[in-house]
Nanobody, 122 residues
């Protein structure tokens, strides 16, 4: 059973930083594409970033390029999202997601965790 447990969310002022963590279990970590998506209040779900296992390439949403960095520690079955220069529009529940292939999804991951709230105050 795929399990994903996120942590690291919280309340931060605009311009601040947070690092999210996601510990994964129940599958071979290096064989599934993994990433993060978010859903803000009244907004559509948005895939923020994803690591492809096909070639290790990384995709970022335009809205976070240059501010967010995804990384993974395969030895710890953990993926991280370093978020810098946060803005109020980044306020959302952030979810760790896994796609049951080596390729990143375009719209939605196959599995995700419970999410962690990130709130950015102005």
């Amino acid at each position: 059973e795929v399990q994903l447990v996120e942590s690291g969310g919280g309340l931060v002022q605009a311009g601040g930083s947070l690092r999210l963590s996601c510990v994964a279990s129940g599958f071979t970590f290096g064989q599934y594409a993994i990433g993060w998506f978010r859903q803000g209040p009244g907004k559509e779900r948005e895939i923020v970033s994803c690591i492809s296992r096909a070639d290790g390439s990384i995709r970022y949403a335009d809205s976070v390029k240059g501010r967010f960095t995804i990384s993974s520690d395969d030895a710890k079955n953990t993926v991280y999202l370093q978020m810098n220069t946060l803005a109020p529009e980044d306020t959302a529940v952030y979810y760790c997601g896994v796609e049951e292939t080596i390729h990143c999804p375009y719209y939605e991951f196959d599995y995700w965790g419970q999410g962690t709230q990130v709130t950015v105050s102005s």
